[in-house]
Each structure stands twice: as structure tokens, then as C-alpha cells.
């Protein structure tokens, strides 16, 4: 991996030098991680002139889930536990004889910029802008594989608890099970705070676990995800308890999986953002359900769980091959319920069998 992350510095390196600045500062922790293998808390990344820099504030814990790092980069401790990385970062980088500096400035705060500005009075900071996360965008076979195993791990988390007895349990409860299965089966944790939403608080987006217990005849709507190795993935699905469904469930369901598929369907190579997020949305929109829909079909995932790009109705730019994102329309209709269908997909040219799905539990409409 050592060569995969030079290469990466190698690239931020040549953006920084097209903009006129030989050095780079990079605080954001995913960037950090991408480029250094680690991103121990509070540290950043110095791209210096003669050497690239790790500073910590302190000495990393060294936990297996926070990654490791890249044995060409040389780790930088402050001395007595205090001081601010980028700070001192700047410093080093001033002593290695740069004028211009490249940072992050919508991560480094206002309060840091002033910081760096009254230690190296004579470094011009520049900003490096989103240059990170767009080469982030593209994942390359080793990340993907980490996102599969991920998604393999959700997939298991969910199908055990689908075989578990799931009337009278609470929303808050099922969803501490979830994360509790997703370290069980090797995930460095939940990829994000665990959905559960029965009854009339199904298919709400990014629903908060309450105390509501679920009832025979319930939607019940779940959104999980797992982090391997620093990446995260995402599966949502929407079930029926323990009765047959009724037919307005079933008319729903039918709708959303329709606009789920269409969107899943329109992932290729060269595909405008837009253009999927328009081919989920008419579905729905047709259907008379086009107030309150979320503001996106579906988002990029990596490092962070919500990346580039954005699949949605302004959205600006076409896909990539190798571009990991979720696909996730969903309705909910107040009072009632709804229905949620979430898949996390590979963006993959159609030589090469079209978009890979990486969450497989079944999509069939369940009544457990």
C-alpha cells in the first residue's frame, strides 16, 4: 500500500504545484487517511518541499480500525502533549523553505488560519479547495474490495435479525442489535447511527430509534451500514410485520422498488448525475408523491459515508467508472408510513456486467 499512497500524494502534489504552491496542508480527517494510511485524532498531513509529515499533538493510539501508517511517511509528535498539529505543520513547512502554503480552507477553521498566520507571518496560504476529495471520488480495487466486505458484513447483520422474533421490540433496541451484529462479524463499527422506523415513523430518512414497540401489521424500515477498514457502505430495506400486506403497502412498495430499480438501472459510465437522480424522481413524481421526497436519489461512499458525488436534480457532472454510490428513493406518508429501498453499487461499464451491487439481501417485499 506504501506505493498506492505515494502515488496519491504524488497527485495532490502536482495540483498544488499547478496552482503555484509547492506544499500542502491537509487537515480533514478522511484526506488525511486516504494519504497517510492513518488519521490519528486532531493530526494532519504536511506535503512539504523535502519531506512529507504525520504531526500528531500526541502519540497515536495504534488501534487497528484507525488504519496504519504509511511506513514511507515519518511521524511527527509535538512535544508534552500540547500545541496544534497544523500549526506547527505550517512551521515545519516554513523551515523547509516554502513561501506559499495549500490548506484546506473549508475544513481549517477561522480560529487555525489566524493561528498559522501569527506563527509564519511570512507563509501565504493558499486553498487547496476540494482537490482531495476529487481524486477520492474514483476508488481503485483495494477500497472497493474493502466496501464489499463491508456490505457483506451489513447484509449478514440484517438477515440474522430478519430471522429473530421481532413484534413487541422497541426501534431503539433493534438498532443497538444491529450494531452490536456488525462488530460481531468483524466491522470496525456502524458506518453511521443504525435507522430502525416502524409503523407511522417507516421510511422516513435517517430516522432516529425511539421507543415505539413494533405491531402486527407495521412497516418496518431499517438503514444500516458497516465500516471496514475505514470504508463505509449502506443498505436500507422495508419489510411488513407479521401479516400479509395490505394492498396500500403493497401498491407503495411496488412504487418505490419501480423507481429504485430505474435509478440502479441508469449507473453507467458517462451518466450525468442528474440523469439518475431524474430517472428515480419521475417514477415518483408520477405517482403523484412528488412533495416531500428526499433532495437526492443517492451519494458517493468511502471514507466518510456521504462523498461525491451527489446524485441529484441540480447536481453538476457525469460518473466515472470504479464510483462507489448508494441508490435510496424512498416515500413516506405521514401518519401511515412508508417505504425506503437503499442499495450501495459500484459504477461499472457495461463490458463489464453494469453497475456491481454490493448489498444483496432481497428486495422482496417480506412479511415477517
Not at 439518475?276 to 408520477?286: K, M, P
Amino acid at each position: 500500500m506504501s506505493e498506492v499512497y505515494a502515488a496519491r500524494r504524488t497527485r495532490v502534489r502536482e495540483r498544488c504545484q499547478a496552482g503555484g504552491s509547492a506544499t500542502a496542508l491537509i487537515s480533514r480527517p478522511a484526506n488525511v487517511r486516504y494519504l497517510a494510511g492513518t488519521a490519528p485524532q486532531g493530526a494532519v498531513l504536511l506535503l512539504g518541499k523535502t519531506e512529507d509529515l504525520l504531526v500528531c499533538a500526541g502519540p497515536p493510539e495504534n488501534r487497528p480500525a484507525e488504519g496504519r501508517l504509511d511506513e514511507a511517511l515519518r511521524l511527527q509528535t509535538l512535544p508534552g502533549n500540547g500545541g496544534d498539529p497544523a500549526v506547527a505543520a505550517a512551521d515545519l513547512a516554513s523551515a523547509q523553505g516554502a513561501d506559499v502554503l495549500a490548506v484546506e480552507e473549508h475544513h481549517l477553521t477561522v480560529a487555525r488560519h489566524r493561528a498559522i498566520r501569527s506563527v509564519v507571518p511570512r507563509l501565504r496560504l493558499t486553498d487547496l479547495g476540494g482537490a482531495v476529495e476529487q481524486l477520492r471520488v474514483v476508488k481503485d480495487e483495494e477500497e472497493i474490495s474493502c466496501l464489499r466486505i463491508g456490505a457483506e458484513i451489513a447484509d449478514q447483520a440484517l438477515g440474522e435479525l430478519l430471522e429473530s422474533i421481532l413484534v413487541g421490540r422497541t426501534e431503539r433496541h433493534l438498532a443497538l442489535e444491529l450494531e452490536r451484529r456488525l462488530v460481531d462479524h468483524g466491522a470496525d463499527g456502524p458506518a453511521f447511527p443504525t435507522a430502525v422506523a416502524t409503523g407511522p415513523n417507516s421510511g422516513r430518512r435517517a430516522h432516529r430509534p425511539t421507543d415505539r414497540r413494533v405491531e402486527e401489521g407495521d412497516f418496518l424500515s431499517v438503514c444500516l451500514g458497516a465500516t471496514y477498514r475505514g470504508y463505509r457502505c449502506e443498505i436500507g430495506r422495508t419489510f411488513v410485520i407479521g401479516t400479509s400486506p395490505a394492498d396500500w403497502q403493497i401498491e407503495l412498495y411496488d412504487l418505490v422498488f419501480a423507481a429504485q430499480r430505474a435509478g440502479r438501472e441508469s449507473l453507467a459510465p458517462g451518466a450525468a448525475y442528474r440523469d439518475v437522480d431524474r430517472a428515480a424522481r419521475q417514477v415518483l413524481d408520477s405517482a403523484g408523491y412528488a412533495e416531500g421526497l428526499s433532495p437526492l436519489t443517492g451519494h458517493g461512499v468511502g471514507l466518510e459515508i456521504d462523498e461525491d458525488p451527489q446524485l441529484a436534480p441540480a447536481a453538476m457532472g457525469k460518473l466515472d467508472a470504479c464510483v462507489p454510490v448508494t441508490v435510496e428513493p424512498g416515500v413516506h406518508l405521514p401518519g401511515r408510513g412508508g417505504v425506503r429501498i437503499d442499495d450501495t453499487l459500484v459504477v461499472r461499464p457495461e463490458a463489464d456486467g453494469g453497475p456491481e451491487l454490493l448489498t444483496i439481501t432481497t428486495k422482496e417485499l417480506l412479511a415477517l
